[in-house]
């Protein structure tokens, strides 16, 4: 099992940054690709960033590219999400997922993904 406990959500105005940091336990974290995904209200979840194990491999979805940065600290067992630029658009509940079976996997897909967090609001203002 993983435990996954995202933090850093919060009230942000149009053109402001956050970081959102994912804490994973239960498991040895360098064998994790992890991933972050966020949803609209009344929507199925969307993909945002994804990461490797080792950090070298990343993705992210063409709304983000630019914006959002995904990095890990395996040291400390941690996934970030820097979001710069933001954009009213941007308001989602964020969601950091662990997939356990393919660590080099950079996965679009929520099916991808075998462990999720309770998930953190981010809401930017106009």
């Known amino acids: 099992q993983v435990q996954l406990v995202e933090s850093g959500g919060g009230l942000v105005q149009a053109g402001g940054s956050l970081r959102l940091s994912c804490a994973a336990s239960?498991?040895?974290?360098?064998?994790?690709?992890m991933g972050w995904f966020r949803q609209f209200p009344g929507k199925e979840r969307v993909f945002v960033a994804a990461?490797?194990?080792?950090?070298?491999?990343?993705a992210s979805a063409n709304s983000v590219k630019g914006r959002f940065t995904i990095s890990r600290d395996n040291a400390k067992n941690v996934v970030h999400l820097q979001m710069n630029s933001l954009e009213p658009e941007d308001t989602a509940v964020y969601y950091c997922?662990?997939?356990?079976?393919?660590?080099?996997?950079?996965?679009?897909?929520?099916?991808?993904?075998?462990?999720w967090g309770q998930g953190t609001q981010v809401t930017v203002s106009s």
């Open positions: 997922a662990a997939d356990d079976d393919r660590p080099n996997r950079v996965g679009p897909f929520q099916h991808d993904y075998d462990y």
């Open positions: 239960g498991r040895t974290f360098s064998r994790l690709a």
């Open positions: 990461v490797s194990w080792d950090g070298t491999n990343t």
